[in-house]
């Protein structure tokens, strides 16, 4: 499944299960409402987990901006190719 991390340290956890050798689409959204923040996960234009939490997404302005991997500069790595990335 996707996970996707916050550099606030939220988490939020995909629910479909990947095949290997398989194309997929994933895409996520983020949506402040009031005090609270809603972090949408899709994966092939289907929602498939968010999370709503107190706060912000903002952590570390010197943090870089890491996908495929974590930014903490542990060995965490994705194990494939990503492509067309659009922030």
Do not use: C, Q
Not at 35 to 45: A, C, D, E, I, R
Not at 73 to 86: A, E, L, N, P, Q
């Amino acid at each position: 499944s996707v996970t996707l991390g916050t550099a606030s340290g939220n988490t939020i956890f995909g629910v479909t299960t990947l095949v290997s050798n398989n194309w997929y689409y994933f895409a996520s959204t983020y949506e402040k409402i009031s005090s609270t923040t809603k972090v949408s996960l899709y994966l092939n234009g289907t929602l498939d987990g968010e999370v709503i939490f107190n706060g912000n997404l903002d952590g570390d302005a010197n943090e870089a901006l890491t996908i495929g991997g974590r930014g903490d500069g542990s060995s965490y790595y994705f194990d494939g190719i990503i492509d067309d990335v659009r922030i």
